[in-house]
């Protein structure tokens, strides 16, 4: 792939040493487009200056959603190296993405190519301070103009850069997180593996209810039988029982995380039993209250690891751990942020060197 | 509300009489925006020239499809008034479907405003050829630039007009559909009852495959026993079995049209027996093989109505009718369709000049 690139003649003033970044609130100088029709396929990969896209009125996307995203992190390492963390997995399952709601793919090797190039062009906006990151976040949508539901002919491709502050600038904390009972996530025959944006404007709803609540999170159940245990907000989640590792299946609801799996590794390397399963939330509220439930946490790319202290289903309630992080959740998070920012050895090869 | 009216100063070329406008082919001069944002609430209301709207790339709609939109018609009369068909009924849906995704709602009254003026404004663009209308199309996104997932604190709300061709141009003709066994369009708890971006993104994989198996539209079940009928494609369906009518409740899953509102009414108005109720494949399929179906059709502000010929489910297929339009579908069409161009008395008073 011939990316063409166009720099910016004025760049922004990047935020300074020891400011709060926030969470999306900066984005770098550049971003990476690609242009996608029936005619031609994918066309003109270029890094331009970041600034408003033209969008006409019309743009299928503004009106049946036809998007799709990802996201993943660069990483500063204490000698300067900047690493990204295992970013094929994220063009396989933007791929994944982009097949269920029909849209065109991007080639494994142009996604890492695109992503790659773009960090490189904008490495001096990967921050420097103890658990900041470069958020990378590539996106699809349907440009055509159009107001019949169906494939539309045009698409761009996308890619936009924001520093980001340490998820825990006071260290890892637990959350307390409602069960959901009234909205549903996701549901077989669904969109629940796919990274697409109608997924997460669904889920605004509970996400407030659970917040005017007192709550950070919901736990999501599954929709046909509102009774088995799927994701915790946008994380995946998972809980040590009597020594053994729980979390659903990755069959058709669940966002496959690379977080989630990365995790999963490291559990099986040190010879932790892990049983993908779906787990009803009674045994789970049972196994709270009987203490046989040791730890809770959610994974992702954002947090790494968010411990659970407390759960709340209908009337009931159950603590965990004594609302502190436990001590496999904090030594999962110090492993993989040390793969993450290289300070730890890499035996799994997942850090990805950006030149 | 106060509507600023900024005129484009070069008027395009309007399609010529008799040609054909398809569906989507053509938008008017101007459009209607308004904005949102927290601090002020919805403000600067103004009909601008049509144009590109100028997108952040960060847009919260690009990636998490905040978005939703309504569909209705203006119809011009023999005697060259021009008609809006229930508009205050899509005003209270767009109302319910906002509330859900956690945007915010447009009064009633000025949804309706916005809609009549601009169609007043653009009054040279409603179609005059039997059976064209000028599609309305209202629609509300999230603007701002923000990568967390959230309620977004501003929004606009926008609407553009295309003069649309004759349905059927032919005449009504019966289609095929298949029965959707795979993929789920709507399930409890989810957001099937409102029009959100989301859902029509999630529909368009079952709708190539059907089209890609010789059929013209998917018929939904149900997501959690798939086994219930609900929609077909993006219109409500109905059955006719034993001189009695059969229709999917509106209780969460299924979009309220305001074509199937419109036709219960007519039907229980010439005496026809509704029932709203969760009909079983199995037992549509078996009326099917015995004749005691008699007609099926689906409804929708597009087609009107839209006869069903055959229905396909598994391995088993029934032809309805001969495979010929139903003599009260043809009835129900003509009459639907007598009222909102004002060839027939409007008794129910749906009808809404723009003067
Ligand atoms: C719904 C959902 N589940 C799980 C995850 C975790 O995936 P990953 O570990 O790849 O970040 C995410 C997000 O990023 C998500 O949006
Ligand atoms: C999913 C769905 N069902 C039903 C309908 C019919 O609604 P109405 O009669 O208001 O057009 C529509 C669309 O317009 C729709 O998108």
């Known amino acids: 792939m011939e990316i063409r690139i166009e720099r910016a003649t004025t760049l922004k003033e990047k935020p300074k040493a020891g400011e709060a970044l926030g969470f999306g609130k900066y984005y770098t100088d550049h971003m990476f487009v690609m242009d996608w029709d029936r005619g031609q396929g994918w066309h003109d990969a270029r890094i331009v200056p970041f600034g408003p896209i033209p ?17 993943l992190k660069a990483y500063r390492t204490k000698d300067d190296r900047i690493l990204l963390f295992r970013p094929e997995m994220n063009a396989r399952r933007f791929a994944n993405s982009n097949r269920r ?31 900041t990151s470069l958020y990378i976040r590539p996106f699809m949508f349907a440009t055509e103009a159009a107001v019949g539901v169906h494939p539309a002919s045009s698409y761009k491709f996308v890619i936009i850069l924001s520093p980001v502050g ?5 260290g890892v904390n637990p959350v307390k997180i409602y069960v959901e009972d009234e909205y549903v996530r996701a549901t077989p025959g ?3 593996f796919t990274k697409c944006g109608g997924n997460y404007a669904a889920s605004i709803a509970a996400q407030v209810k659970a917040e005017e609540m007192g709550f950070t999170q919901v736990l999501w159940l599954d929709g046909v039988h509102r009774k088995y245990v799927e994701e915790v907000g946008t994380m995946n989640v998972m809980f040590m029982i009597d020594n053994e590792i729980y979390t659903a299946p990755c069959d058709g609801t669940v966002l496959p995380g690379v977080t989630r799996d990365s995790i999963i590794h490291i559990l099986k390397s040190w010879g932790y039993k892990v049983n993908e399963m779906h787990l009803a939330i009674d045994d789970l509220m049972k196994a709270g209250h009987d203490k046989t439930l040791q730890e809770a946490f959610g994974t992702g790319t954002a947090a790494v690891i968010s411990p659970i202290g407390e759960l709340r289903y209908k009337e009931d309630e159950v603590t965990i751990n004594d609302f502190k992080t436990g001590e496999l959740t904090q030594k999962l998070y110090d492993t993989l942020t040390g793969i993450q920012w290289g300070d730890i050895e890499d035996t799994f090869g997942w ?4 030149k």
């Open 55 to 71: 969008m006409d009125p019309a743009s299928m996307v503004l009106h049946y959603a036809q998007e799709t995203f990802e996201g």
């Open 101 to 131: 709601l029909c849209m065109p793919e991007v080639a494994e090797e142009d996604f890492v190519e695109a992503v790659t190039q773009l960090v490189a062009c904008e490495k001096d906006w990967v921050p420097a301070e103890e658990g």
């Open 166 to 170: 340490a998820y825990y600038p006071e």
């Open 190 to 192: 669904g969109t629940g």
């Open 351 to 354: 850090t990805r060197e950006v």
